[in-house]
């Protein structure tokens, strides 16, 4: 059955079974290997793409359900090569250890960021609640969430935003 997704702002279109996972379709078809499979249940939150805004677990949507809509995944938040603010701020905070977790934790911290502008470590603890890090790097991602609130303010100030 074919379906048009809109990943990363392009039109694709895609021939695949409507029950397919939207992660093995991003990896295999689209070559976008950004999300990562971790669990497949959607413990894990390493497959986590934005659809419409919303931070999502690839592994659990049939890519039926992404027909139509708007899908970002880590690729399409530097799509001129300039890190997002949230990119550059897990840079700045070395919120990263593996590298396995991380498109997820930015995309749901962009999520998170785009919703509310200036969350409280409350908030971003919720929103990241599901996102594992193996490596236990969580004070240093809160830290680059916080630096992102921050850099997404400046950006709005200077009439310029990056995600």
Same mark, same amino acid.
Do not use: W
């Given at each position: 059955?074919?379906?048009?997704?809109?990943?990363?702002?392009?039109?694709?279109?895609?021939?695949?079974?409507?029950?397919?996972?939207?992660?093995?379709?991003?990896?295999?078809?689209?070559?976008?290997?950004?999300?990562?499979?971790?669990?497949?249940?959607?413990?894990?939150?390493?497959?986590?793409?934005?659809?419409?805004?919303?931070?999502?677990?690839?592994?659990?949507?049939?890519?039926?359900?992404?027909?139509?809509?708007?899908?970002?995944?880590?690729?399409?938040?530097?799509?001129?090569?300039?890190?997002?603010?949230?990119?550059?701020?897990?840079?700045?905070?070395?919120?990263?250890?593996?590298?396995?977790?991380?498109?997820?934790?930015?995309?749901?911290?962009?999520?998170?960021?785009?919703?509310?502008?200036?969350?409280?470590?409350?908030?971003?603890?919720?929103?990241?609640?599901?996102?594992?890090?193996?490596?236990?790097?969580?004070?240093?991602?809160?830290?680059?969430? !916080?630096?992102?609130?921050?850099?997404?303010? !400046?950006?709005?100030?200077?009439?310029?935003?990056?995600?």
């Amino acid at each position: 059955m074919k379906f048009q997704l809109r990943v990363n702002g392009h039109l694709r279109e895609i021939d695949t079974d409507p029950r397919r996972p939207l992660l093995d379709v991003l990896r295999e078809d689209l070559h976008l290997t950004g999300a990562k499979y971790g669990c497949g249940e959607g413990q894990c939150r390493a497959c986590t793409v934005l659809v419409e805004g919303q931070a999502r677990p690839s592994c659990l949507l049939p890519v039926r359900a992404a027909a139509g809509l708007r899908v970002t995944t880590i690729e399409g938040l530097a799509p001129d090569g300039r890190l997002s603010a949230v990119q550059q701020a897990f840079v700045e905070e070395s919120a990263m250890q593996c590298g396995y977790c991380v498109p997820g934790m930015i995309l749901t911290a962009t999520a998170l960021l785009g919703r509310v502008p200036n969350p409280t470590t409350g908030q971003m603890i919720e929103a990241l609640n599901g996102n594992l890090c193996r490596c236990c790097g969580y004070p240093n991602i809160l830290a680059a969430v !916080q630096r992102a609130a921050k850099l997404l303010a !400046q950006e709005k100030s200077n009439g310029r935003q990056s995600f």
